[in-house]
């Protein structure tokens, strides 16, 4: 392995401001074996793991980038001035989760799964650009057609939509919820 | 009383009918596949009681399961004269239902985990973040935030009521490269001032109109740290990146 190739992804990672794919630092990188930049960015990937620094690699919506480890959160949001980053509502959250899994799906179809009316929650959702339109189902009204977003992908860190929870995952919980059965607090 | 903890709980903390159906489900260890309706309908009703009044906006849906809970059992209770087949159980509709969202809220935990794990993760970002209050990000402005903009400064350009007639003429084209190029050195716009600048109205239109082709070329992103105030414009990173 050529020594330095290492050190060169991570200077890629470091300028590029998206999330750079491995596809892209083979093509910076068409000079070297596609396979031995496989493996510098592997070998990088694992002294980044390893070593005591404030920043990591991260792979997230389908690449690779820089971010600040996570128990450095506090300073980082005191450096900011950021007190909190706000969290979706448990009502965005079901909604997301049902365009995620049922997409391509229309507004009433959503509403039908939760059983509550989601016009309202899936505009916000439209507002963050965590689900987007992407057309007109050929039904009866033409209802619009909602699909998750990259940035979705970005926000819960996944790189697909493979990559969301499994039949498996939900199953697990499913399995352990049966045990708990503590009331929400009110 | 067994029903006496229920008291604790308000409607408030669930999202719908069937969160509270689950809830309910999951505290009578009922099994979900075999649900004795009537026990459920039963605590279903008590919670709903516990409500002093029916807020009809919010309530509808927790109202409207009462109203299925309670046909599902009186179909249940009707004689028939032959019995049921396996698929025709008229519980079936809401078991299926209830079983998608039980997976959905479950999917629903992972991903709020994640998100949690997320949110402690900082990268580099091109916009400096700005500590805000609430849920709104930075607004990427529409058509409409910069046509409205557009007309206050027209009317103020208007007052100053221009006397001088200039041969020059000005080309969208050139302004575009203008714009641009101030882009590139100084990396972000403010477009109010820079709107100002300009010294004839005509110019001014010129501009403007320059802005929104950039815009709609994806060269340029305009964006309002709240609405009302100045639109920024920065250079696109991709467009950036390109050159």
């Known amino acids: 392995m050529i020594p330095g190739l290492k050190n060169i992804i991570e200077s890629l990672i470091f300028v590029s401001l998206e999330p750079i794919s491995l596809e892209k630092i083979k093509e910076t990188l068409s000079d070297h074996p596609p396979a031995e930049v496989e493996q510098a960015l592997q070998d990088l990937l694992q002294t980044t793991a390893s070593a005591e620094r404030g920043i990591a690699i991260i792979q997230s919506g389908g690449g690779y980038v820089f971010t600040t480890r996570p128990e450095f959160d506090p300073w980082v949001r005191r450096f900011l001035k950021i007190d909190r980053k706000s969290k979706l509502t448990s009502a965005s959250l079901e909604t997301l989760s049902i365009v995620a899994y049922h997409q391509p799906i229309t507004l009433s179809e959503i509403s039908a799964l939760r059983n509550v009316d989601s016009s309202y929650t899936i505009k916000t959702l439209l507002e963050k650009k965590l689900v987007k339109i992407t057309g007109r189902k050929k039904s009866p009204g033409n209802p619009l057609i909602y699909r998750t977003t990259e940035r979705f992908l970005a926000y819960f860190g996944l790189n697909s939509l493979e990559e969301l929870p499994t039949e498996e995952e939900i199953a697990k919980i499913l399995g352990e919820d049966k045990t708990v059965e503590q009331a929400p607090k009110p | ?243």
């Open chain 2, 1 to 243: 009383m067994e029903t006496s903890e229920s008291y604790q709980v308000r409607l408030e903390v669930f999202e719908g009918p069937l969160d509270l159906l689950l809830f309910l489900i999951r505290k009578k260890k009922i099994d979900i596949h075999n649900i004795p309706i009537a026990v459920i309908t039963r605590e279903y009703l008590d919670y709903l009681g516990h409500e002093e009044q029916i807020n009809l906006d919010r309530e509808a849906e927790f109202v409207l399961m009462a109203a299925l809970l309670i046909h599902i059992k009186s179909q249940l209770l009707l004689p028939r004269e032959e019995p049921l087949a396996e698929g025709e159980d008229p519980r079936r509709f809401l078991v299926d239902q209830l079983v998608e969202f039980q997976k959905i809220k479950a999917a629903c935990s992972i991903l709020k985990e994640r998100e949690e794990e997320q949110l402690s993760l900082w990268t580099r970002e091109v916009l400096p973040p700005l500590p805000e209050p609430g849920e709104a990000d930075l607004v990427e402005v529409s058509l409409f935030d910069l046509a409205e903009t557009f007309f206050v400064l027209m009317k103020r350009k208007e007052a100053e009521n221009f006397r001088v007639v200039r041969g020059k003429n000005y080309s969208v084209e050139e302004k575009m490269k203008e714009i641009v190029a101030v882009l590139e050195k100084e990396s972000v716009l403010d477009f109010l001032e820079y709107f100002n600048r300009q010294e004839t109205l005509e110019e001014a239109v010129v501009s403007f109109f320059s802005l929104l082709e950039l815009i709609k070329a994806r060269l340029v992103m305009a964006v309002q740290e709240r609405l009302f105030q100045t639109i920024k414009v920065w250079l696109r990173r991709e467009s950036k990146a390109r050159q």
